[in-house]
């Protein structure tokens, strides 16, 4: 199948347009952003709404704004704005860590953060980036507006807390001090989903111990950071025993399938490898901004 099956389509001019738009048509209706994951799927007919509620129009959710301790990124900005802005990259290298190796510049140039996050492919690198960076969702819909953590947010694989007539309007991610992030990714060719990809993000007290730290897989069947490899390193200086003693935690708590791009036992000692590189990178980094 190469034809989507008959559609209706608006273009929603405001988020409250938007809303009541979704709600008027009902379990029927599926907003389009980027339109990269939901177009591909109606035409493989695993979508079959009725109603596109087009939202490319609400330039209102399409921002990239520092708020104090926060940085707030609408959830229409693209995969492009994510990997340019000169902000992220200095706040928050793990963003372009893992935007460089999302799909290819025509997926990127379309691509939202809000259509990555709704969509929750297994694969989807943007998810496990906002979960170590205990980022949060702003949701609206006609009872007004809500804010979940990440992991009130993740419902399972291509399921989210969004219902059906709301719309996800923003990410908030908290900005802290002397803090490094860093991403990775194996894929079988460039511009691949991950065979395995991993993220962490660690911020350090004056003193120099961890004071807080995000570690999170992607395609591994995991939703959410790992608290127990977390606790490894939380209250002690950075150490590479400690980040081995992380990553075989993280690995042993992941639950990889066997499936085209690869078998278990791979996939596992995949998620230790990179879950240490990704550990003394973020490290790294935190020290540099603790300098700096
Ligand atoms: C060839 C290819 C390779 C790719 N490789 C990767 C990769 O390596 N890593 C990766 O992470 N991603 C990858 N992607 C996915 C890409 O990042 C998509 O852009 C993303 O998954 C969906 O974003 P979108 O804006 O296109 O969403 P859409 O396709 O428009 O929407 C996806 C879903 O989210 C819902 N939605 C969208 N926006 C909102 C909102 N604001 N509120 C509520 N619901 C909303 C839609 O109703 C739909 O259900 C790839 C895509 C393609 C086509």
């Not at 379309?110 to 980022?135: H, K, M, Y």
């Amino acid at each position: 199948m190469q034809i989507p099956a008959q559609f209706d389509y608006v273009r929603a001019s405001t988020v409250d347009d938007a809303v009541t738009l979704l709600d008027r048509h009902g379990p029927d209706a599926r907003v389009v952003a980027g339109g990269h994951s939901l177009l591909p799927m109606m035409k493989l007919r695993l979508a079959r709404p009725e109603w596109l509620v087009d939202i490319n129009d609400l330039y209102e959710l399409d921002f990239i704004l520092r708020d104090g301790d926060t940085l707030r990124v609408g959830a229409l900005t693209r995969h492009t704005a994510l990997l340019e802005s000169q902000e992220i990259a200095r706040l928050f290298p793990i963003v372009g860590d893992a935007e460089k190796v999302i799909a290819d510049p025509t997926v990127r140039n379309r691509g939202t953060i809000g259509g990555s996050l709704c969509q929750g492919d297994p694969a989807e690198d943007l998810s496990t980036v906002c979960d170590v960076l205990r980022a949060q969702a702003v949701i609206r819909g006609p009872g007004g507006e809500r804010t979940l953590t990440m992991g009130e947010f993740h419902r399972g694989p291509y399921e989210s807390a969004v219902a059906q007539n709301e719309l996800l309007c923003e990410v908030r991610i908290p900005i802290r001090p002397r803090s490094g992030s860093a991403y990775e990714k194996v894929e079988r060719r460039v511009g691949d989903w991950a065979v395995v990809a991993a993220g962490a993000s660690i911020s350090l007290a004056e003193d120099g111990t961890i004071a807080d730290v995000g570690i999170g897989l992607t395609a591994v069947g995991l939703d959410g950071t790992i608290p127990q490899a977390e606790a490894v390193l939380l209250g002690k200086r950075p150490a590479e025993d400690l980040f081995v003693e992380a990553a075989r935690i993280a690995a042993a708590a992941c639950d990889p399938v066997a499936d085209q791009r690869g078998p278990v036992d791979y996939k596992r000692h995949l998620a230790d490898e990179l879950t240490r590189r990704v550990l003394r990178r973020a490290a790294a980094r935190a020290a540099e901004a603790q300098e700096g």
